[in-house]
Nanobody, 128 residues
Framework: QVQLVESGGGSVQAGDSLRLSCVVS????????MGWFRQAPGKEREFVTA????????YYSDSVKGRFTISRDNAKNTVYLQMNSLKPEDTAVYYC?????????????????????WGQGTQVTVSS
């Protein structure tokens, strides 16, 4: 059984940083794309960032580009999301997701339907 467990969320002030972690069990994460999505109250789940299986390609939404960094440690079956210069509009539940196939075309990384496994989410709250 594949499980994704996020951690590292919390309540911070605008301008602060947080690092989210996603530990995957039941599956070797090293050969699959991984992504982070978020969902704010009353809004649809949106793409935040993703990384290819090798880590050589990363993708970011315009709203977080330059502030967030995704990385992966395949030896630890873990994916990270470093979030800097946080803004109140970053407030959301953040979800980690694992892809189903090793190779994706670039556009597939942005689509939540491309991901087969999801974590339970971790809350990030940024106050002004």
């Amino acid at each position: 059984q594949v499980q994704l467990v996020e951690s590292g969320g919390g309540s911070v002030q605008a301008g602060d940083s947080l690092r989210l972690s996603c530990v995957v069990s039941g599956r070797t994460v090293s050969v699959y794309p991984m992504g982070w999505f978020r969902q704010a109250p009353g809004k649809e789940r949106e793409f935040v960032t993703a990384v290819s299986w090798s880590g050589s390609n990363t993708y970011y939404s315009d709203s977080v580009k330059g502030r967030f960094t995704i990385s992966r440690d395949n030896a630890k079956n873990t994916v990270y999301l470093q979030m800097n210069s946080l803004k109140p509009e970053d407030t959301a539940v953040y979800y980690c997701a694992a892809g189903l196939f090793t190779h994706y075309s670039a556009d597939r990384y942005y689509n939540h339907g491309s991901y087969a496994y999801w974590g339970q989410g971790t809350q990030v709250t940024v106050s002004s």
